[in-house]
């Protein structure tokens, strides 16, 4: 297996749902306009609280400084894990689940912060760069890891073997147990070819920045049978999107790619309170499991909770693989 | 591939005249010759030549991606779309279709998660077998084989919920791949490797070129590199790819993965489309966007394999199909040589074949040779009947000329352009030039000690600048009693002058009459009429014109010329004078026109024979130096010189002499005519000092004796060094090879030119003409022996024991004697060391290439490459 660290720096935002009107032109400007900017790393989340914005230092000059933008202080490193081959071509487990056991739980272990960003092509470690070394000397074992510099994989060795391991000193007490909350709506994963982003413009625009305005009473919090989740990212030029069969049906369908089963999603969010981003061990807290019973997930982490992805099918048995832990960790 | 909507050509694989253009269509052409009677009314023109015709269209299939061409001859026209949606579908073109391809059409192979199809190749071996290279998803594979025979499977049709797919399609759909290789991963090209069909090569994100067996698929190798937008394998050099990235195209050779072998220079632009010429080896085209040229990379004389730390030759070109729009793409005719079709943004389709570089090779032998695409031209020079209309080439004249030692005579230096040939004024008049100085300077040496020379080989120009003392004398027409106003010139060097234009021979008397008699004997009756004129002897020159009409072949013309000549009269306003001076220009032969002009002339204004470029140089000079005075004279001469110097004529060289301004002479005749013969023999006469020492003159020299190095012409070229060596001492090679003694170590031949009455180099050895008692067999510096000759045993130093009793018969060099002393010589393989009598060994390798010691198997002879070429001309 590779590991490959990517030739991103990213900064992780976030915009309040009152600010967006502050922040439309830049945005617009990044999904649409991809030969005005530098940018080549973007990814929007639309959660009910707000709007997380992950991209990296081209785009991020694009974002005025107000009140209504939090940023994150650090800056932020993709990894990208390739299979180069065969190694796991026969577990049918995807996303984060494949790399659970390899990347996520040692990262945990070794008190590392993970940001998840998974997309219809593949699936995004975010890792600070301070923690980078550790990272390197944590998974040069298992991993071939290879930094990406101008276009070129340059391998990446452990500095200094014998040095010991420089972990992150902080000793966490155990973690805690999140809440988790699952709700009813029925999401797809979809791409599109960039070249007709403009045919669906307008749909996307209304999707991302008018969505609110029809159910402006209702309060979304709490109404926890469906909760407006929408993701897009522009990453290399790929399209990735994520979004409730409501929100799909909006766009005309043979545009979107998906897969040929027509696969559905269910959404298990982590966390009742925002979680920061000092806590190690969340995305761990949830992928072991599922990796245990094989199942496949994605997992996108935005700035105040996590949600990850299982199928529409495995709903049933991971509720009861995560309350079965949560029951573990309280005895 | 094309992305977007731009349109791409393909050609047919098996019908060399259809080709199809896809952009949101498919459209299949035939091209034909243009105006033909095939051609229908709508035929587009691609070329001057050829046109094409909409044969069908296509437009079943949206959102294409790409497209590839069946590979077989059955079904024909069979097409493989992928699309924007991963799908690939099998599409058709304007055939009736027969059965097997009315089963495949419109079938269609769905990925478990569509993206974008990049690539479609079909196996060329295993035709039923398709590979698509697609975009990366998280969870699947980004190359897919596809049987295309494999049944509509329901069973493969997945059993979940259908609710997202939504397309009701008609076409059987096929879902199951053969194989699927390369996971999280996009692929953005592939090809098949044509020697083993069961290897795909991938050009994948995450910077990789991969090779995957399909017989093993766990296996593969790959290498990390940019280029990977597009690979496509060399046709004629299998093992050998090219691969791009934005500007960049890198060649690698398969058998070597690991690094490119090298990449081009990075174009501006990104490339859209790389390709290798079908019918020409190593001739790669690449197409930037939005560029309206196709660069040429000829990789023709790249080695291969490679060497590591050789950087190969490529030869970049770029031609502009069509010149005023851009190019969307090109695809390279799969037959015809060097041809392809290129088409623009707007369709607009262009014929066009790239015309090879011509490479061109003169032989030193007059032949010319070239070479274009796949046919080599010979050019000889026709020696035939032809050859007196055109002139012939330089080189022949002067091999020619060296076959009849032209230059070698130094006696009779005149007679060298007899040896030329003898039918070129200007080298006539060159050596007679050098004959008249040559003949000065011993004169000169013989009566004095003082140094003249250098004022001689000066030539005219110098000369006439010194003079001084002139006088003025006027003469009456000899045979006449008529006093003359015509003021005539004298002084020493004046003379000299007239001595060098051949007009008077040496001595104090100015006689022109022995000049007369011999311009008498040659039969040049107009030339002498006019010297005898010039000396202002009237009856003399009428007389000469007399015996030219009543001579053999006489041209009775003449007589009437004397006629008139008789009637001069001085009167200045004469109805003669008049009639003369009008009707003279009429005169065919130049020296009759210029008589008149000298009679009709006013004293002192003789522009009518002085600017007169018919008449040899040498006569005007001579005139000039008579009848212009001393301010008049230089600035003449100086005038004519430049005049020659421009022209790079040889008649010139009489007023340069060998100096400075005669290089600069002769360097506009090597220009002009490329004759480095006759130059270089004439700078040889030129004084040592400065004139030899120019780098033009040396340039001459060592030209020519490469060309008689060329043409094989050893002894020739022999023979000029020592022609060259007796007049410019300072061109003598030093000594380059020294033989030393095995046992001391010194220089046999150092040390023997050391001791006095020894003579120089290998004469005590045997080697001199009489049988000498000095023979020497040992080392003059430590008396040890010289080694023993391989053949004969004897030590060296040891004469060759036939060849004494001939060398003694005769005294003159004849060839068998100049062989029989180098026979005594002692010559070695250079590689085993071996060696004897130069005699010896020469009879040895003629019927032997190895060794003649016994335990060596050095293959003497064959080391030799220069050993088994014969001289091309005689001793």
Known sequence: MDLHILDHRLRVTCISKSGLEHYTHPLIKLIFLRNRTRCKFFSLTETPENYTVVLDEEGFK?????????????????????????????????GVTKIAKSVIAPLAEQHVSVFMLSTYQTDFILVREKDLSVVVETLVEEFNIFREEGGESVPVHSQDACNGLQRNGREVPHATVHPVLIPENQFCVMSLDPDTLPAIATTLIDVLFYSNSPKEGASVDQDMECIKFFSFSLIDGYVSLVMDTEAQRQFPADLLFTSSSGELWRMVRIGGQPLGFDECGIVAQISQPLADSDISAYYISTFSFDHALVPEEDIVSVTEVLRAQRKDMSS | MSSGYKPDI???????????????????????????????????????ETAATLLAINSDTPYMKCVAWYPKHEPECLLAVGQANGRVVLTSLGQSLNSKCKELMGKEFVPKHARQCNTLAWNPVDSNWLAAGLDKHRADFSVLIWDISSKFSPEAVPTEKVRMSGDSDSGPVVTKPLYELGQNDACLSLCWLPREHQKLLLAGMHRNLAIFDLRNTSQKTFVNTKAIQGVTVDPHFQDRVASFFEGQVAIWDLRKFEKPVFTLTEQPKPLTKVAWCPTRMGLLATLTRDSNIIRLYDMQHTPMPFGDEVEPTIIERSVQPCSESIISSFAWHPSAQNRMVVVSPNRVMNDFTVFERISLAWSSTTSLMWACGRHLYECAEDGGQGSAAAEKDIATKMRERAQSRYGHDTVQVWRNHLLAGGDDPQLRSLWYTLHFMKQYTENVEQKQQSNKQSLIYSGIKNIVKSSSGTTETRRCWSGSDRQTDVPRYHSEERSLALQLCGWISRGPDIDVEPFLKSLEQEGEWERAAAVALFNLDIRRAIQILHKGASSEKGDLNLNVVAMALSGYTDEKNSLWREMCSSLRLQLKKPYLCIMFAFLTSE???????????????????????????????????????????????????????????????????????????????????????????????????????????????????????????????????????????????????????AIPHQGRGFSQYGVSGSPTKSKVTSCPGCRKPLPRCALCLMNMGTPVSSCPAKADEKADLTRDKKLAQFNNWFTWCHNCRHGGHAGHMLSWFRDHSECPVSACTCKCMQLDTTGNLVPSDSV
């Open chain 2, 603 to 753: 004293p002192g204004a003789y522009d009518g024979v002085l600017y007169e470029s018919r008449v040899a140089v040498r006569d005007r000079v001579a005139f000039a130096c008579m009848f212009l005075n001393d301010a008049q004279l230089p600035r003449y001469i100086d005038k004519l010189t430049n005049e020659m110097k421009e022209a790079g004529n040889l008649e010139g060289i009489l007023l340069t002499g060998l100096t400075k301004d005669g290089v600069d002479l002769m360097e506009s005749y090597v220009d002009r005519t490329g004759d480095v013969q006759t130059a270089s023999f004439c700078m040889l006469k030129g004084s040592p000092g400065e004139v030899l020492k120019d780098p033009r003159v040396q340039c001459w020299i060592e030209n020519y004796r490469n060309l008689l190095d060329a043409w094989r012409f050893w002894h020739k070229r022999a023979e000029f060094d020592i022609h060259r060596s007796k007049l410019d001492p300072s061109s003598k090679p030093l000594a380059q090879v020294f033989v030393s003694c095995n046992f001391c170590g010194k220089s046999i031949s150092y040390s023997c030119s």
């Open chain 2, 10 to 48: 393909l050609w047919s694989p098996h019908h060399a005249d259809r080709y199809v253009i896809c952009d949101n269509e498919l459209s299949l052409y035939r091209i034909g010759p243009a105006g033909s009677s095939e051609t229908k009314a709508g035929a587009l023109p691609l070329s001057e």
């Open chain 1, 62 to 94: 694009e974002l005025q400084p107000s009140e209504h933008l939090q940023v994150e202080g650090s800056t932020w490193l993709p990894l990208n894990v390739v299979s180069n081959g065969n190694a796991s071509s026969s577990s049918q487990a995807v």
